[in-house]
């Protein structure tokens, strides 16, 4: 899958969702993803996009959040 479809495929079914199961589901849809051959990369491509899919992501590829903000500073 490409980083627009999982996105977008997010998006879509997390209106529906109750709101204290999004960073469950979001979870189980990471690890869907993943398991029908979604690379890392594409991973790292699609954070940004959505609170519940960062946290998804970021805790299936085992790197701490704090991580990605590290790197998006910019140092003088």
Same mark, same amino acid.
């Given at each position: 899958?490409?980083?627009?479809?999982?996105?977008?495929?997010?998006?879509?079914?997390?209106?529906?969702?109750?709101?204290?199961?999004?960073?469950?589901? &979001?979870?189980?849809?990471?690890?869907?993803? &993943?398991?029908?051959?979604?690379?890392?990369?594409?991973?790292?491509?699609?954070?940004?996009?959505?609170?519940?899919?960062?946290?998804?992501?970021?805790?299936?590829?085992?790197?701490?959040?704090?991580?990605?903000?590290?790197?998006?500073?910019?140092?003088?």
């Amino acid at each position: 899958m490409e980083e627009e479809q999982i996105i977008d495929i997010w998006n879509m079914f997390k209106e529906y969702l109750d709101k204290k199961h999004v960073e469950m589901a &979001a979870e189980r849809f990471v690890d869907l993803v &993943a398991d029908y051959g979604t690379g890392d990369d594409t991973f790292t491509n699609c954070l940004g996009n959505d609170y519940a899919l960062d946290h998804a992501i970021n805790y299936y590829l085992d790197v701490e959040e704090t991580d990605n903000l590290e790197e998006d500073e910019e140092w003088d």
